[in-house]
């Protein structure tokens, strides 16, 4: 850290002078317009850069399926607008799991193909992407998707079923793209400036979209284990339609918890959703003890179920705290 004493100049202007080594590693010089960023009671000065395409390349050799696809991934969420692939020779393979992975993501496309090189560019404007936009997409799908999950489950319904596991990709490309905002929010003040939200908030979105993701995995877990199943015991069905309505509840209760505009009403949704979760606890247990009577195989199957819809709900309470949280007086 190093100080400066603030000093007037003409009688009306306060000046600072700026560090010579930052000034210097940053190509500051006299003439130089620099940005800056009020958050608060800090500002934040950043050397005027021009609005530019991040590129970026990885040497993928010897990378297959997932592995590639997880390459790809990770620089998009970096921020790479421009992904350079690279290796002696791309794969027939390789190609494959690169448009796999292209198909996983939002607005990405394959723009170039040699022997030796494929690359793949975000067509979006960075500017037009909102997080609130993108969690409030994923707080639809994962709600609908747990519940035509049950849906499915109860009326054994295999289309169904498969319409959930299909729905995950869509919370899946919307969680990367929260967290592609989000790391931006950490690199740059003009992103957060663009964004037209707070960075603090920006954490409390991506922290929730984090618990969305989760719910739409349990949504499919659900459906996998409905298609394995056949008719359901008319009490268990009864038991597990409550505990998905208990669950639906606290999930609903937390998000508008987490998108309330008034403190006191965040504050009274997020109590409400995290002492519900208490009683769902022993809601699932009085489940458990009415599957015992099943056969084993499907007294198993439906304990996940049961547990899935429990830890459901548990995300649910942690978006709840994240509300509580965002709601909070800030120092």
């Known amino acids: 850290m ?6 007037m100049t003409g009688g009306s202007t306060y000046t600072v002078s700026l560090p010579k080594t ?22 934040l000065l950043t050397p005027e850069r021009e609005t530019r395409r991040q590129k970026g390349s990885i040497d993928v050799s010897g990378l297959e399926d997932e592995q590639l696809m997880r390459a790809v991934m990770t620089m998009y969420v970096s921020g790479f607008d421009i992904i350079r692939l690279e290796a002696s020779r791309i794969t027939t393979d390789q190609r494959s799991a690169i448009r796999d992975a292209t198909q996983r993501l939002v607005g990405v496309e394959v723009i170039e193909e040699t022997s030796d090189s494929v690359v793949i560019q975000d067509l979006l404007d960075s500017a037009e992407l ?3 936009n993108a969690v409030t997409r994923m707080r639809l799908i994962a709600q ?4 035509d999950a049950v849906r499915a489950l109860v009326e054994n319904d295999d289309d169904i079923a498969h319409d959930v596991i299909e729905r995950d990709d869509d919370v899946d490309r919307l969680w990367l793209v929260v967290s592609r905002i989000f790391r931006a929010t950490l690199r740059s ?9 707070s960075r603090e908030d920006c954490f409390d979105f991506h922290s929730s979209a984090r618990q969305l993701e989760r719910i739409a995995d349990h949504a499919v877990k659900i459906s996998d284990i409905a298609l ?6 008319a009490d268990v069905a009864d038991a597990i339609h409550g505990l998905h309505a208990e669950a639906g509840s606290v999930f609903e209760q937390s998000m508008d918890a987490l998108f309330a505009e008034e403190a006191d009403e965040a504050n009274r949704l997020g ?8 009683d769902i606890d022993e809601h699932t247990r009085r489940i458990d003890d009415k599957l015992r009577d099943l056969e084993p195989a499907q007294a198993q199957s439906l304990g996940l179920i049961v547990d899935s819809l429990s830890r459901s709900a548990d ?17």
Do not use: C
């Not at 003040?189 to 939200?197: I, Q, S």
């Open 189 to 197: 003040p003009r992103a957060v400036e663009e964004l037209g939200v």
């Open 144 to 147: 609908s998707m747990l519940e």
């Open 2 to 7: 190093e100080t400066r004493k603030v000093q």
């Open 271 to 278: 109590h409400d959703a995290l002492a519900a979760v208490v």
């Open 228 to 233: 394995k199943l056949d008719d359901l015991p």
């Open 130 to 132: 909102s997080i609130v």
């Open 22 to 43: 930052w000034a210097t590693e940053n190509d500051v010089s006299s003439g130089t317009t620099v940005e800056f960023y009020p958050e608060g009671d800090e500002l």
């Open 315 to 331: 995300y649910g309470g942690n978006i709840a705290e994240t509300a509580l949280q965002k709601a909070a007086p800030r120092p």
